[in-house]
């Protein structure tokens, strides 16, 4: 299932809501505060606990977190790098009755909880609290964050000051877009969401599990999806990707090449011709292997069918604009994005739509936080993968998992982000030590 993710606004939004329709602003913040505790109890035994409180909701939640972790027997010491200010966290800090100590002089212990800022930071932190935070952080057995952790822009992943890396982070209410974006995701550890009550919608969300299209019992070859593949100057990554697709559910692959391309299963035919206008076509998959035949990718272009582009056809298009009016889902890595929309700036959230948008294809902009962006401003968020996904020939694979599910009948998007779905969860099944071959095998054991 997917999974809202909410900018920090939005979030402050949802929170607004559910106070004015009668939910008391301290009850929320028992709830956070609680699910923390919790969420550490479960991640490790009772250890010498230093919960860190900064002056804001996010030092109340830590208030709260001491006290429940003491009720759960965990020797538990407070240090606060300023007195409250709000009124939730004022309250919070009359309930708590151990002890408090000062930020800068608390001495390290195994286990260092992180409340100073959350969501709403967006600056720098002062040096002697980065500084002296690190330090907490590095000597901890176990360093939790409190639904960020401090220094961590929470709408674009970057890091405004360096802390250190963490263990464990409890989010509440719904993820982060920093929860799933590089530099910040790689910081965090395991993340955990969770419920205190309130949630939001969004058109940005973390990609769940996909329901794909049901097979039709009285079905056909067709039935369940015809991908054209067209072959280029580097038969090996076109045949990965044709394979994937056959592997995804495709009924039928075929590809159109030159010249015989050695090692494919048998039940993908080649074809020294280019059927494009055949109507059972139900995806064009186009790049791979593709090299200088810019003549290929126009050839696609002129079929009334969807495409998916990927590698070398991604340089060969040109202007995005030339995109207009097809039915078309690009894979670019971080390179090959550039070369085709430049420098847009911005997040990478940011970059993704804009340029979905300009080239009105869906894109999905590939790395270890890949997103899927939409024309109409939605934005997959790929849950995380594992770093052994970054080999040769694993894009090709992506490509030919997404034109098997754009020909089975999903919709663009949701075609590319089931694909990118399947993809992780193939990689990890597949193991560290994979091949993008490897990933094919694994593809039919997901969908079992």
Same mark, same amino acid.
């Given at each position: 299932?997917?999974?809202?993710?909410? %900018?920090?606004?939005?979030?402050?939004?949802?929170?607004? =809501?559910?106070?004015?329709?009668?939910? *008391?602003?301290?009850?929320?913040?028992?709830?956070?505060?609680?699910?923390?505790?919790?969420?550490?109890?479960?991640?490790?035994?009772? /250890?010498?606990?230093?919960?860190?409180?900064?002056?804001?909701?996010?030092?109340?939640?830590?208030?709260?977190?001491?006290?429940?972790?003491?009720?759960?027997?965990?020797?538990?010491?407070?240090?606060?790098?300023?007195?409250?200010?709000?009124?939730?966290?004022?309250?919070? =800090?009359?309930?708590?009755?151990?002890?408090?100590?000062?930020?800068?002089? !608390?001495?390290?212990?195994?286990?260092?909880?992180?409340?100073?800022?959350?969501?709403?930071?967006?600056?720098?932190?002062?040096?002697?609290?980065?500084? &002296?935070?690190?330090?907490?952080?590095?000597?901890?057995?176990? !360093? #939790?964050?409190?639904?960020?952790?401090?220094?961590?822009?929470?709408?674009?992943? =970057?890091?405004?000051?360096?802390?250190?890396?963490?263990?464990?982070?409890? %989010?509440?209410?719904?993820?982060?877009?920093?929860? &799933?974006?590089?530099?910040?995701?790689? =910081?965090?550890?395991?993340?955990?969401?969770? +419920?205190?009550?309130?949630?939001? %919608?969004?058109?940005?969300?973390?990609?769940?599990?996909?329901?794909?299209?049901?097979?039709?019992?009285?079905?056909?070859?067709?039935?369940?999806?015809?991908?054209?593949?067209?072959?280029?100057?580097?038969?090996?990554?076109?045949?990965?990707?044709?394979?994937?697709?056959?592997?995804?559910? !495709?009924?039928?692959?075929?590809?159109?090449?030159?010249?015989?391309?050695?090692?494919?299963?048998?039940?993908?035919?080649?074809?020294?011709?280019?059927?494009?206008?055949?109507? /059972?076509?139900?995806?064009?998959? #186009?790049?791979?292997?593709?090299?200088?035949?810019?003549?290929?990718?126009?050839?696609?272009?002129?079929?009334?069918?969807?495409?998916?582009?990927?590698?070398?056809?991604?340089?060969?298009?040109?202007?995005?604009?030339?995109?207009?009016?097809?039915?078309?889902?690009? %894979?670019?890595?971080?390179?090959?994005?550039?070369?085709?929309?430049?420098?847009?700036?911005?997040?990478?959230? *940011?970059?993704?739509?804009?340029?979905?948008?300009?080239?009105?294809?869906?894109?999905?902009?590939?790395?270890?936080?890949?997103?899927?962006?939409?024309? +109409?401003?939605?934005?997959?968020?790929?849950?995380?993968?594992?770093?052994?996904?970054?080999?040769?020939?694993?894009?090709?694979?992506?490509?030919?998992?997404?034109?098997?599910?754009?020909?089975?009948?999903?919709?663009?998007?949701?075609?590319?982000?089931?694909?990118?779905?399947?993809?992780?969860?193939?990689? *990890?099944?597949?193991?560290?030590?994979?091949?993008?071959?490897?990933?094919?095998?694994?593809?039919?054991?997901?969908?079992?």
């Amino acid at each position: 299932m997917n999974r809202p993710i909410l %900018t920090a606004a939005d979030m402050r939004a949802v929170e607004r =809501r559910a106070i004015d329709a009668g939910t *008391e602003e301290t009850l929320l913040m028992e709830r956070a505060g609680r699910a923390l505790a919790e969420a550490v109890r479960q991640f490790i035994g009772p /250890r010498d606990t230093l919960v860190l409180c900064g002056p804001g909701n996010n030092g109340g939640d830590g208030y709260v977190a001491a006290r429940h972790l003491a009720l759960f027997g965990y020797p538990v010491r407070v240090a606060t790098l300023a007195e409250p200010s709000s009124k939730a966290a004022r309250w919070a =800090r009359a309930q708590w009755d151990g002890p408090v100590e000062d930020f800068q002089h !608390a001495d390290a212990a195994p286990i260092v909880i992180d409340c100073l800022f959350g969501t709403g930071l967006d600056r720098e932190l002062q040096p002697s609290v980065s500084t &002296r935070l690190a330090s907490l952080v590095g000597q901890a057995l176990i !360093a #939790v964050a409190c639904d960020l952790p401090s220094g961590v822009a929470s709408d674009d992943g =970057r890091m405004l000051s360096e802390t250190g890396i963490y263990d464990l982070t409890v %989010t509440f209410g719904a993820l982060k877009p920093a929860h &799933r974006l590089m530099p910040a995701m790689e =910081r965090m550890g395991r993340v955990v969401l969770a +419920d205190i009550g309130i949630g939001g %919608t969004s058109a940005w969300f973390e990609i769940g599990e996909p329901a794909l299209p049901p097979l039709n019992p009285c079905g056909h070859k067709y039935d369940r999806g015809l991908v054209h593949c067209l072959a280029g100057e580097m038969p090996g990554a076109i045949s990965l990707a044709a394979t994937a697709a056959a592997r995804a559910g !495709a009924g039928y692959v075929r590809i159109s090449t030159s010249r015989p391309i050695a090692g494919i299963p048998a039940s993908i035919v080649q074809t020294g011709t280019a059927e494009l206008q055949d109507e /059972r076509i139900g995806c064009i998959l #186009v790049g791979p292997g593709l090299g200088q035949v810019p003549q290929v990718l126009t050839l696609a272009l002129t079929a009334p069918r969807p495409i998916v582009i990927d590698a070398d056809g991604i340089g060969q298009i040109g202007e995005p604009e030339r995109l207009h009016g097809h039915d078309v889902i690009l %894979t670019p890595h971080e390179g090959e994005f550039e070369k085709l929309f430049g420098n847009l700036g911005g997040s990478k959230a *940011e970059r993704a739509s804009a340029a979905s948008q300009r080239s009105q294809a869906v894109v999905v902009l590939k790395g270890p936080d890949t997103l899927v962006a939409a024309p +109409d401003g939605r934005m997959g968020f790929a849950p995380p993968a594992p770093p052994w996904l970054a080999t040769a020939g694993s894009g090709d694979v992506l490509a030919g998992i997404i034109a098997a599910l754009r020909a089975r009948g999903m919709t663009a998007f949701d075609a590319a982000c089931a694909g990118v779905w399947l993809h992780g969860r193939a990689a *990890e099944r597949a193991g560290s030590a994979m091949i993008a071959d490897d990933l094919l095998s694994a593809i039919s054991a997901i969908l079992r």
